[in-house]
């Protein structure tokens, strides 16, 4: 699902809005000092790093399934222990971790209750599993105007919205289903701005996510459409300041 592309590319799509995530994320989830954290689905590394600021290297460990962002965030993060693996079946024993976090996750694990068992299991009795998705099913999200010109054009095409955890109340359902307790909703809300409507269209060209496979599979004036009702929803001035928020769940291990 278009992740198997270069760090570069997952960076200029979704970094802006990745990298301020992950310090409001890693704050609400009470990050500090003298705790050991894991970041399930590491990506390129945004939340990692945060995490090794308010941790010091020794005391984060991360993994991620792409070879190519495995490869990128150690380069990133000397020090850290990153692995290559999927939060359903992670390398490391039971109880090892104070707080283990999905930033940007849930929605695309292949069976988000299993991802989150597996996060729990790994954190030891009353620690912290926390986890961020973004609001996509009510039209918050960093990709609302993408998402609206495609729907324009092609009512029926596949979008984000139905993803787990993308909705008000689904992400703490699932920690429940997972066995979590005294779990916490919240909303997180970031902003980037985007000096020309050139910047903002081009990592849509990239190949990343369910956006990138969706562009990538139009053909040119398919592709052309889309482009121009993007344009005419954004407007002409510029530049313009994107809000995106994600909807938060953090609970504890019994």
């Known amino acids: 699902m278009g992740f198997d592309v270069g760090a570069d590319a997952y960076g200029r799509f979704m970094g802006r809005f990745a990298e301020p995530l ?25 939340l990692t790093a945060e995490l090794v600021v308010r941790l010091g290297p020794e005391a984060v460990s991360a993994v991620d399934p ?50 989150l068992r597996e996060m729990a299991r790994v954190t030891r009795p009353g620690g912290v599993v926390a986890a961020c998705v973004w609001d996509h099913a009510g039209g918050r999200g960093p990709l609302t105007v ?42 997180l809300t970031v902003r980037t701005s985007y000096a020309s409507f050139d910047q903002w269209w081009e990592p849509y060209t990239l190949g990343v996510g369910p956006a990138g496979d969706h562009v990538q ?9 889309l482009r121009d009702r993007c344009a005419s929803l954004l407007g002409d001035r510029w ?5 995106a928020s994600a909807w938060t769940a953090i609970g504890r291990t019994r």
């Open 66 to 115: 792409s070879a190519p962002f495995v490869e990128a965030a150690r380069v990133r993060l000397p020090g850290v222990e990153i692995r290559r693996a999927a939060a359903e079946l992670l390398p490391f024993p039971d109880g090892g971790f104070d707080v283990t976090l999905a930033q940007l996750v849930v929605h695309f694990m292949t069976d988000p209750v299993a991802g």
């Open 239 to 243: 530049p313009v300041e994107v809000p």
């Open 217 to 225: 599979r139009l053909d040119a004036a398919g592709r052309a459409a």
């Open 22 to 46: 992950a310090v409001r994320f890693a704050g609400a989830a009470g990050v500090a000092r003298g705790q050991r954290a894991l970041d399930v689905g590491c990506g390129t590394g945004a």
């Open 146 to 187: 993408f998402w609206q010109a495609v729907r324009s054009l092609d009512p029926d095409a596949y979008d984000e919205s139905g993803l787990a955890g993308a909705r008000e109340g689904d992400l703490a359902d699932l920690f429940a289903a997972a066995g979590l307790h005294d779990v916490r909703s919240s909303m």
